[in-house]
């Protein structure tokens, strides 16, 4: 557990994940087969899944540069909303929706989760937790922004020596589809850890599946494997 209120050298811990990336918002959409984005071939199903078939409003937390925010407005029947710490990554984001061909039901805000208010059907946050202070209390913040009944979504990356190898010495320092030092080995979240979290906040979980990324066919696929990249999808109890 860890403190609800953070100290002040949390917050400096918090300032740096953030100057960090700005350091890489210009490449945001520079690439269309970047990682980050194709990942959307698993995440957009994820959500939707939440959402179920009525259409519905999802709350894009850590939004950073509208990779995901935007693939959802662009379903058509969702009203998305995006946040993320960033004045620059929410510039990038908002630029980028500007040039669809189509008005999207997109709108992108700067600030912390814990400064929005309202309830959405589904709040989702990708590729964000791992790089908190303190989990629990993230999660507890997106956890109140959801409606009784909908749905709450992570992805993130596990703790093990799989992942170590992977998203941080392949990824980051062979295969560079991030800048080395991204990630912090010692930040990374264990499913055990997350799910816990969400459970305490009143969710049943739904769905956890490993996340396998093919770097000759760009393609992201489901596994059973949680060792590396993982999601988990769960339900808030009435």
Same mark, same amino acid.
């Given at each position: 557990?860890?403190?609800?209120?953070?100290?002040?050298?949390?917050?400096?811990?918090?300032?740096?994940?953030?100057?960090?990336?700005?350091?890489?918002?210009?490449?945001?959409?520079?690439?269309?087969?970047?990682?980050?984005?194709?990942?959307?071939?698993?995440?957009?199903?994820?959500?939707?899944?939440?959402? @179920?078939?009525? @259409?519905?409003?999802?709350?894009?937390?850590?939004?950073?540069? $509208?990779?995901?925010?935007?693939?959802?407005?662009?379903?058509?029947?969702?009203?998305?909303?995006?946040?993320?710490?960033?004045?620059?990554?929410?510039?990038?984001?908002?630029?980028? #929706?500007?040039?669809?061909?189509?008005?999207?039901?997109?709108?992108?805000?700067?600030?912390?989760?814990?400064?929005?208010?309202?309830?959405?059907?589904?709040?989702?946050?990708?590729?964000?937790?791992?790089?908190?202070?303190?989990?629990?209390?993230?999660?507890?913040?997106?956890?109140?922004?959801?409606?009784?009944?909908?749905?709450?979504?992570?992805?993130?990356? *596990?703790?093990?020596?799989? &992942?170590?190898?992977?998203?941080?010495?392949? #990824?980051? *320092?062979?295969? $560079?589809?991030?800048?080395? $030092?991204?990630?912090?080995?010692?930040?990374?979240?264990?499913?055990?850890?997350?799910? $816990? #979290?969400?459970?305490?906040?009143?969710?049943?979980?739904?769905?956890?599946? @490993?996340?396998?990324?093919?770097?000759?066919?760009?393609?992201? &696929?489901?596994?059973?494997?949680?060792?590396? *990249?993982?999601?988990?999808?769960?339900?808030?109890?009435?």
């Amino acid at each position: 557990a860890c403190s609800r209120l953070l100290s002040s050298s949390s917050l400096r811990e918090h300032e740096l994940e953030v100057e960090k990336f700005e350091e890489l918002s210009s490449e945001w959409w520079r690439d269309d087969k970047d990682p980050l984005l194709l990942m959307n071939q698993l995440r957009v199903p994820l959500v939707r899944s939440l959402v @179920g078939g009525g @259409g519905g409003s999802v709350l894009d937390v850590g939004c950073g540069g $509208g990779y995901l925010a935007e693939s959802l407005a662009r379903e058509g029947d969702l009203s998305v909303t995006g946040v993320d710490p960033s004045k620059e990554m929410i510039r990038i984001a908002r630029a980028h #929706a500007a040039l669809s061909p189509t008005v999207l039901d997109l709108e992108y805000r700067c600030g912390m989760v814990e400064d929005v208010e309202g309830e959405w059907d589904v709040v989702v946050s990708s590729e964000v937790v791992e790089h908190v202070p303190c989990v629990t209390s993230f999660v507890e913040h997106c956890a109140k922004r959801v409606k009784p009944g909908g749905g709450l979504m992570f992805t993130t990356i *596990n703790r093990t020596m799989a &992942s170590w190898a992977l998203a941080i010495v392949a #990824a980051e *320092n062979i295969a $560079g589809f991030v800048p080395p $030092g991204t990630h912090e080995y010692h930040k990374l979240v264990p499913p055990q850890q997350l799910s $816990g #979290a969400i459970r305490d906040c009143g969710f049943e979980i739904e769905k956890t599946i @490993g996340m396998r990324y093919n770097p000759l066919t760009r393609q992201w &696929s489901k596994t059973s494997d949680l060792s590396v *990249n993982y999601a988990i999808t769960a339900r808030k109890l009435n």
